[in-house]
């Protein structure tokens, strides 16, 4: 519905961007999906509209890898942020792919651990 969904120019170039050099390749819509299922129901509309689809997370990469240069559909995946098991025993955690490292950390405050920047596999 339409507070989950965008083609406002200032929203999409928002996420046309990120900290790179590369300029400004916004894409032709944004959606805020609240779940696994609308992402899979997204996904699978794209497919068989052959439109490209771009994640979105916070616009901090370096690479230019949200930018939309054949348009598409970006998924920013922002509200998707729960953190859904902690396992102290084995230091794994289950979390959303909105989740961000500082919100991470402020989960994990006062059990000894915490997700330092440039770890890889979370």
Do not use: Y
Request: aromatic share 4%; with cysteine.
């Amino acid at each position: 519905g339409a507070p989950n969904v965008s083609t406002a120019t200032a929203v999409r170039e928002q996420h046309g961007r990120d900290e790179s050099m590369h300029p400004c390749a916004p894409p032709d819509v944004v959606v805020w999906p609240q779940a696994v299922g609308q992402v899979q129901e997204l996904a699978a509309l794209c497919h068989r509209s052959r439109v490209p689809m771009v994640p979105f997370g916070t616009g901090t990469g370096l690479e230019g890898g949200v930018n939309a240069v054949q348009g598409g559909v970006c998924f920013d995946l922002s509200c998707m942020d729960a953190i859904a098991e902690l396992s102290l025993e084995d230091f794994s955690v289950t979390v959303e792919p909105g989740v961000t490292r500082k919100a991470l950390n402020k989960h994990l405050r006062g059990t000894g651990l915490w997700f330092p920047v440039g770890t890889v596999g979370m």
